[in-house]
């Protein structure tokens, strides 16, 4: 008898952290310095997602391996795959779609992605985790989480968000890459969300994708095609992003996967800047003691 694939957790830890100033992939937020991808291993692990792939760089890998060694120890279910190995060699990495590309190699069946420096809530995890096993019927499926767009959103400054449209069933119909958006307090009209490129203003309820899929592994073969197109343009770019929510939105507009669009009111909760951390701290504390965060003091 055919073993049944295994499930992997596809941890994308291979960003420079050039805002941050530093490996904000093992930024302490938690006790006994835990990071946000030690809480991920956790969940994923409560919701039966037990094979952990860290997507890193080379000169991480140590440090990636010792910490978690000392949060995890030695059951832990681990490969370690280097981002700048894989492909042309470069000072800024190629983009998330390239990340779990370069996994394909370690992969024998469905993966759940998320980032290493995002938290998606205490049952974002178990929630997309659940789609994974869903039949695929005649053409792949795969599911992302639609969180609320107000919900994701720093107090200050401007993020970028994949905005996202679902038709009837609850099915992904479209996604744009949208910068510069940011909560603008606009007199007698109260707080309202604007968006710089493209430009307009848009609802909290909007439901964005914050790069937490379950994949199969069909999705994962067809992104090396892309990713091969993709070079094929781009070789000589320094700063051009092979970005995962688009190349799934690409395999979706071709027909080639359905993806379905699971609703959440978890808060998210993320490390860009440096004075995110203390932000993220406070939330983890929250969290731990049984108190949600309001929207406003989740960071990016």
């Not at 835990?34 to 997507?55: C, N, Q």
């Not at 974002?124 to 499926?141: C, K, T």
């Not at 092979?242 to 998210?268: C, K, Y």
Request: glycine share 12%; proline share 6%.
């Amino acid at each position: 008898m055919t073993p049944e694939p295994v499930i992997s957790l596809l941890l994308l830890a291979g960003g420079l952290g050039s805002r941050f100033g530093g490996t904000k992939q093992l930024a302490p937020v938690g006790p006994q310095g835990s990071a946000i991808l030690d809480h991920s291993i956790r969940e994923a692990a409560v919701a039966g997602v037990t094979r952990v792939v860290v997507i890193g760089r080379t000169d991480l890998d140590r440090d990636i391996r010792r910490h978690l060694m000392t949060q995890h120890g030695d059951d832990l279910d681990l490969v370690m795959v280097h981002q700048d190995a894989f492909g042309p060699a470069r000072a800024k990495p190629w983009g998330t779609g390239h990340a779990v590309v370069s996994a394909h190699a370690v992969l024998d069946g469905p993966v759940v992605v998320l980032n290493a420096d995002d938290h998606y809530g205490p049952t974002g995890i178990a929630r997309i985790a659940s789609a994974v096993a869903e039949p695929a019927g005649q053409m792949p499926v795969a599911a992302m989480l639609g969180f609320r767009l107000g919900r994701t959103l720093p107090a200050t400054g401007t993020v970028s968000r994949g905005v996202c449209r679902r038709d009837s069933d609850g099915r992904l119909a479209g996604l744009v890459e949208t910068h510069g958006i940011g909560r603008d307090s606009n007199g007698a009209q109260g707080e309202v969300i604007r968006a710089a490129d493209p430009p307009g203003e848009l609802s909290p309820e909007t439901p964005v994708s914050m790069n937490i899929w379950a994949l199969p592994l069909a999705a994962i073969e067809v992104l090396r095609e892309q990713w091969m197109a993709f070079h094929d343009e781009h070789r000589y770019s320094e700063t051009a992003e092979f970005l995962l929510p688009e190349a799934l939105d690409e395999q979706r507009a071709g027909g080639r996967l359905s993806i379905q669009v699971l609703d959440t009111d978890e808060n998210w909760i993320g490390i860009t800047n440096r004075g995110d951390l203390e932000v993220a701290r406070d939330a983890f504390a929250a969290l731990a003691q049984g108190r949600a965060c309001s929207p406003v003091d989740e960071v990016d």
